[in-house]
């Protein structure tokens, strides 16, 4: 879904939101922001932030149901941000604080571009919930079409950036997760049982109709289903939207968003990149919005594919199944979300009907690429 706008250090950034908070609390000022007790965190980043000092600006940057991000200004001009669960989470695995600022740090030690963290606070009493800060790394975030046009109005920086998107998850790839205290993140094997047994069982939890092409892709990625060759670690929701770039130097500045982070099948991260990178006269599944590289000039799939294949020396041969598992993954997160908006516990509107023709778009695409990988 496309984002609002947001400003950090100056540069003009597109964000994925997910189900905003709302003005009000956004760029609310010195003093309580949503989410935020500022007498007690400025305390905290006093004393555990080097070189950090009060007073501080919190400007809410994105929030929702998922994550809360703020954007935290020092009294030196200096710019970090801070993460927290939403308020009022229920499921605390959902939102681990400490487990993000523990891959963060992990994969901070490698060639990966992410920010770097400063703190984490675990004591409850602080903020009424776990967060960590972290730098605030510059960057645009490339979430659709109209930031594409605007933000990287010139081919060839379309192409470097195309370039540097499948190069640092080459390097996450690559990542020996032993090496940098991470071993633990997962199960390494399997993942893609794990992974079809649990996002079917989400389906049949969560489903508001029946759609049978549902569990006829579901059989068919049972089994198809390739030996897992490469494991390592997952990064789970890897695309331009996620990531912040420089438009200038055409690079990936940071990696954001790693709540969904496991160990596992790599490929399934390729093949989720793979998904989102569409081309200007590819149509868009029903009821999908039109994502950043439908504005053309970007690398084509087939190279990057390429590109990824060369620097990390896996075999991606069966590309397309991993295309089609995600589409059908996908497909049954977003029955899960409209389910929630029908039950009228996400707390605003939405489209209810863009998200039933998505998930039936999303289906029909597993079943395309399931015939397309034999």
Known sequence: MPGRRMVCRGRQMG??????????????????????DAARVTAWLDASVAGAHGPYRFTLLAGGHSNLTYRVDTAEGRALVLRRPP?????????????????????????????????LCEDETVNGAPFYVMDCVDGVVVSEADITREAL??????????????????ELHLVDPDAVGLGDLGRK???????????????????TRELPEMDEAHR????????????G??????????????????????????????QGDVLADLGYLLNDWVGPDEPTHAGATPPPTSAGGFLSRDELVARYSARTGFEVGDINYYR????????????????????????????????????????????????AAR
Not at 161 to 166: A, Q
Not at 221 to 228: D, E, G, I, N, S
Not at 239 to 261: F, H, I, M, Y
């Open 233 to 262: 670690i997952v990064h789970g929701d890897f695309r331009l939207g996620n990531l912040l770039s420089d438009p200038v130097a055409a690079k990936v500045n940071a990696v954001l968003d790693w709540e969904l982070c496991t």
């Open 153 to 170: 109005p010139d081919v060839a920086t379309r192409r470097a950036l195309s370039e540097s998107v499948i190069d640092a998850l080459a």
């Open 87 to 119: 308020r009022g989470a229920i499921l605390a695995s959902a939102h681990d604080m400490a487990r993000e600022h523990r891959i963060l740090a992990g994969v901070g030690r490698t060639a990966v571009p992410v920010p770097r963290v400063l703190g």
């Open 220 to 231: 068919l990625l049972v089994a198809a289903k390739p030996p897992q060759r490469y494991s």
């Open 324 to 371: 089609a598992f995600q589409a059908w993954r996908l497909a049954s997160i977003s029955e899960g979300v409209l389910n929630r908006y029908l039950q009228g516990v996400m707390g605003n509107e939405e489209d209810t009907d863009r998200f039933r023709l998505s998930v039936e778009g999303l289906v029909a695409k597993a079943l395309d690429l399931l015939a």
């Open 15 to 36: 964000a994925d939101m997910g189900d905003g908070v709302g003005a009000d609390a956004a760029g609310a000022g010195e003093g309580d922001v949503l989410g935020i």
């Open 189 to 207: 094997d399997a993942y893609l049982d794990r992974q079809l047994r649990r996002w079917s069982g989400q389906w049949e939890q969560s489903k």
